[in-house]
């Protein structure tokens, strides 16, 4: 088939379907009023830019705490992710099958029920209002991506690297620094942005454990969208896309220097 | 290799299973070293409400009512009190299941201090011990500038308030219309049928269990079939049918003329706002009563947006402020309370944000009357004595679920 057959309409249709409803968004954040059956908005205002910056919540301590929030799940959600995987690819034990469906079962049950059941354990354990509940609580929530595709990578990648490795005189983690690790950077960047998108999307859940004393930025969003302010929900909205997108172009910046690092440090070895 | 997998699992279950009966145990009760608030002077709750912090958990989507809580609020009980205040945004149902999640885990010592709320909201979180209370009649401010008499102080939703909760802010029915395309607003039931009819697929409300939608239904449910009689009937299902059955017929035939044929109802208020303020409809209506005015002060409403009442009234609450049964702070949260009732902060509220104040007109001195009566409150707005002349109270909460359970199996797309 002529690839350019199929390019161009998967293209378009991409481009319809989500770029254009995020540049419109955009518009619509600097909307003052906007009647049908105009084709372009009547007036303009820099109202909710103003309110984003400098209302009542502080955008620059928001970004700054839901995005290390959201990146320390993703980081130890891959360390776990990773571990899972290794102990369910290269080992035996009794359970295994089952310990690997369980990785799934956050998945199975809602969200919500998850965090109304695991509220009262966290109540127990004070871990509600703290920052720590709500990191573990998003984990539940990141896990099983995070696993999902560690255990792809893992399996893909298979143990015979390591075992070359070990037979050449390496101890088992220095096996999986210079053998593996470099070769799981790709799986490592999708699990890390897996584990930090869903993470940061999170509302009920940090709402139930973190008791509205930890904010993140969909936290603070989420009472704007039921207030029906569009233009105040599309700013917080591109705000919240925006800065998310940010983060995954420093990770990938960061993975692919770090990638280009340890295959030239091999090289040198 | 398979045996010590074993005892280390085995020991691995043992320790979380310590871990999480100990952290039970260790629930210390609500700091009992305290005085007992209750009988407490209102100096010696000031005295130990100072330096701390206090947490207001209310709805968090209005911007101007959070930047209004977090500064003229926050300034005011800090400069006067050192109070602390720390506004979080929550939804009264987010807010009430995390309650009862620590009611159940027995915890003494939660988050939440002063609660926003009103309603069926308080109904059902004062049956389930949610709140703490009475405190209302410690508070100096409630017999300073409160009337004490006044029903709705009395009874939140005919449910008797006994001293749970304290006002807040008063809100009232109000509906809204272009005058730049609508010359005449109906003034009752009849006219508002006449007026859809006019005007095919330009009226709808929000459909119910919306708050507001709710709120307009009951309103023609009082113009139909009179509003005393709810006042203290019972929550029963057929009674309720039997008493508004003049109301459904009612809104059976205004379906064909509303948006959509009446098949189907936006989903919120707020779908009917924006669909208003885009001029899809004609006819709007808001629990806020001067909401017209803060429209066209933001330019989402056009200059020329009016409000308007029914001849016979439209229906008007407060909504309150109670504290949490397990509030770290109660002392802390009685006084911001008292803070908030006080002439000062009301009269930034009815003049910052252009709610109806809770204070009693006749309790204020001539220069706080004056300043009251020399807000501005913006264009296209009936005066609170206009508002307060065509006000009527809601029913009991026990029956607003019954009539939004009957409104849909009865009226929608029928």
Known sequence: MNKKAFYVPVLTITF??????????????????????????????????????????????????SVSLSMTVALLGTVIGTLTARASEFYTFRGKSLIRFASLLPLIVPGTVLAMGLQIVFIRLHLTDTVAGVILIHLVSSLPYCITIMTDATRALGPQLEEQAIILGANSFKAFWLASFPNMIPAFLASLNMGFIISYSQYFTTLIIGGGRVKTIAMVLFPYIQSGDRPLMSAYSSFFIFSGLFVFMILELLIKKLSKETISNETEC | MKKTLKIVFTLLMIFVMIFTMAACGSDEPAADNEFDLSAAEWSEIVEAARGTTVTFYGWGGDENRNSWLNSTVADYVKDNYDITLEVVGMNIDEILAKLSGEKQAGSESGSIDMIWINGENFYSAKANGLLYGPF???????????????????NDFCMPVEGYEAPYARAQMIMLYDSAKVTDVPANAQEFLEFCKANPGKVTYPALPDFTGSAFVRNLVYELCGWEQFQTMAADKETVRAAIQPAIEYLKELNPYLWNEGKTFPDSS??????????????????????????????????????????????????????????????????????ILSAEIQLTQYATLKELPVVDNSKLSAEELASFNAVEIGQGVLTQEELLAHRLPEMPAALVPIIEEIWLEEVVGK
């Open chain 1, 16 to 65: 319809i379907a989500i770029i254009v409803p995020v540049l419109l968004m955009v518009l619509w954040s600097f909307v003052q009023r906007w009647p049908w059956p105009l084709l372009l908005p009547e007036d303009y205002s820099m109202r909710t830019i103003r309110e984003l910056l400098f209302g009542s919540a502080n955008a620059f301590h928001l970004i700054v705490s």
């Open chain 2, 136 to 154: 209302t009649a410690q508070l100096p401010n409630m017999e300073k500038y409160i009337d004490l008499d006044d029903p709705e102080t009395l």
């Open chain 2, 270 to 339: 707020t779908t009917v706002n924006s669909m208003f303020a885009d001029g899809e409809l004609l006819f709007h209506m808001s629990y806020g009563p001067f909401s017209a005015a803060s429209g066209i002060a933001d330019g989402s409403y056009a200059d020329t947006v009016k409000t308007f009442v029914f001849d016979n009234g439209t229906i008007g609450n407060t909504n309150y402020m109670a504290i949490a049964f397990n509030s770290p702070n109660k002392a802390g949260a009685m006084v911001v309370i008292d803070a």
